[in-house]
């Protein structure tokens, strides 16, 4: 077998071969993308069969799953469970250190064995997991690996937009089976940091670094050095390792180096951080990047480094027609923020999704604001009317490791645990209930520096939760304008039932955003040809009638988004969405990101001053 090199200049011929975690990065690793053995197990009978100990009949790319074209399977039927199998030579020069199988995702439960020896079980598609080959290999040694993704349809799950029936209709698109993100090995010491958490206070031009080591030996010592790249200037801290399990560093930004984190100057410092031991040795050693940057709220305002800052939010879910959830390379995340950017979009919502890692750092380096969320959906209709949603005790877990991953990227702006859970409030407390508080909670005891939205429409059921908002399709910017008004006096406008049963607690003066509207149903090949009005769900939708030509999208569009713009009590909206996505036809570009639109007149109308912004 090949060798990959884990150096980013070598000419690399795998998929995806950046290194998938740019906040933590060691010069020994190795990306195990590319093609690996692979077969479906339709009922799930593949243990019983032998499958972990031969060799398998197919073969996969990876990180692509085989219900993608770029997979090499594009088998879109269901999948109860397929396996994986791949043998990897664990490079010699690694003598003396500990290796670690990591996988940035798999959908949805995971087991892993090395060597015949089970090393991991996982739950959860959309978060990464490690396992610990010290048992089971050794550098020089070969290393058999084998991974079984269970993904049924019947089961209650966190799916996010994945149909569970077979076609593409509605807002429900082809699934994703298995391994979708980068899998690859590392090397560590024995004793080793095991993650950075950073946490910037603006008030006082400072940042404060956590770093969890694996174990706290005697007379160890960490180091951090943060560098300003344009100044060269270094400053830094050093902090005991020895007592404490998680050594708290703190560094004092002089005001000539204190240049905050914004969407229009996205300025980061290069971080190092050296754990050395009782004679002052290197025991490990990772590179990152570092920002500062505020988010605070005041009275209806969400204001970033104290300015009242107009969140022009696009909806994107991560789509592609080739690869599904996965980006077919690196430079598709980049292309993706870039035309939000050009149509005048600020941000985005992270819809349904918990994206690759790469994305919040070409969000960090590239200025974009980001709402991180959760792809909850999957669990509706497992009960009767009233008990209808069934989120399960694993959605706390999974959100617990998306917020554990992503805590530091300056980029995420504020958390969105649960989209649009759609239950009658009653006077009984449900599954649901427990289920919102403790992501709510959750989120606000790991991360106590960002605003937290406990659902994103429907369904609110935290009082205390920082921001309230609603979803709205009307598509007749009069009438939007006055569903509107209420804001202003404390009864905005707010999702309920159709039978008009309530789903939420009352909105008790929050900061408020309108997190979905718009969604133009225009695509003029398919305008010209349609004999009639009316929504085909499965080829075309949008919200609403479809307009009659590109010149009235333009009206609606600035109709639309001149309601919330000018609404002195709106700080923000989110308009659905960047690009079509199989049968849904509005998106600001189409599903194959090639121009839809004249990007000038978008831009135009998004970028005038908000009313919020007058100050």
């Known amino acids: 077998m090949m060798i990959l090199s884990a150096s980013e200049g070598d000419i690399l011929t795998i998929p995806k071969p950046e290194h998938p975690r740019p906040q933590l990065v060691r010069d020994t690793w190795l990306n195990l993308n590319g093609t690996w053995g692979f077969e479906i197990d339709a009922g799930d009978s593949g243990w019983e069969r032998g499958l972990l100990t031969r060799e398998l009949t197919d073969e996969i790319l990876v990180p692509f799953a085989p219900e993608s074209a770029l997979s090499g399977v594009e088998n879109v039927d269901f999948m109860e469970a397929v396996w994986y199998r791949r043998t990897v030579t664990i490079p010699q020069e690694w003598a003396g250190l500990k290796v670690l199988l990591h996988f940035g995702a798999v959908d949805h439960d995971a087991t892993v064995w090395v060597n015949g020896v089970e090393v991991a079980r996982h739950r959860g598609g959309f978060t990464p997991f490690t396992a610990d080959l010290s048992e089971v290999t050794e550098p020089g040694a070969d290393a058999v690996i084998v991974v079984r993704a269970r993904d049924s349809r019947h089961d209650m799950q966190a799916r996010g937009k994945q149909a569970t029936w077979y076609n593409n209709t509605h807002c429900q698109y082809t699934r994703t089976t298995g391994i979708w993100q980068t899998v690859w090995l590392e090397a560590v010491p024995d004793v080793h940091i095991k993650r950075l958490r950073m946490t910037p206070a603006l008030a006082d031009s400072s940042l404060t670094l956590e770093v969890p ?10 180091e951090a050095v943060l560098t300003n790249p344009q100044s060269k200037v270094r400053m830094e801290a050093s902090a005991r390792a020895d007592v404490d399990l998680s050594p708290s560093l703190r560094f004092e930004i002089p005001e000539a180096q204190l240049r905050p984190w914004s969407h229009e100057d996205p300025f980061l410092y290069d971080l190092q951080v050296t754990l050395k031991n009782d004679v002052g040795q290197t025991v490990d050693e990772v590179s990152s990047y570092a920002a500062v940057r505020s988010i605070a709220l005041d009275g209806k305002v969400v204001r970033i480094n104290g300015k009242a800052v107009f969140q022009r939010l696009v909806l994107d879910q991560g789509y592609r027609p080739e690869s599904l959830m996965t980006a077919p390379d690196d430079a598709a995340l980049v292309r993706d923020i870039e035309l939000a950017k050009s149509a005048g979009f600020n941000g985005a919502r992270l819809h349904q999704k918990v994206f690759e890692e790469r994305f919040l750092y070409h969000a960090d380096r590239l200025g974009y604001l980001v709402w991180g969320e959760f792809g909850d959906w999957g669990v509706s209709g497992g009960g009767t009317l009233g008990h209808n949603q069934q989120p399960t005790a694993s959605f706390v877990a999974q959100w617990l490791e998306v917020l554990q991953r992503d805590y530091n990227h300056p980029s995420i702006i504020g958390w969105c645990p649960l989209n649009e859970t759609h239950q009658h409030l009653h006077d009984r407390i449900t599954v649901l209930d427990d289920v919102t508080q403790a992501m709510f909670l959750a989120t606000k005891l790991a991360d106590p520096t960002r605003p937290v939205i406990d659902a994103s429409g429907y369904s609110h059921r935290v009082r205390e939760t920082d921001i309230y908002d609603s979803h709205s399709y009307e598509q007749d910017p009069d009438a939007f304008r006055v569903e509107q008004e209420g804001l202003a006096s404390g009864k905005p406008y707010v999702n309920r039932a159709h ?18 509207f718009g969604g133009i149903w225009w695509n003029e090949a398919e305008a010209r040809q349609a ?31 001149g309601v919330l713009l000018d609404n002195p009590h709106m700080f923000g909206y989110c308009y659905t969405q960047l690009t079509d996505v199989f049968q849904e036809k509005n998106g600001i570009f189409n599903f194959d990101r090639s121009a839809k639109l004249d990007l000038t007149r978008i831009r135009a109308i998004q970028e005038r001053q908000a009313a919020i912004e007058r100050e």
């Open 499 to 516: 039978d008009g049963v309530e789903y939420s607690v009352p909105y008790n003066g929050q900061s408020f955003f309108v997190s979905e």
């Open 213 to 222: 080591v694996s174990r706290n030996r005697k007379g160890h010592t960490v």
């Open 531 to 561: 004999a009639a009005a009316g929504n085909d769900v499965e080829t075309s939708w949008g919200y609403g009638q479809r307009v009659a030509s590109e010149e009235e999208f333009y009206e609606r569009f600035e109709g639309l988004c």
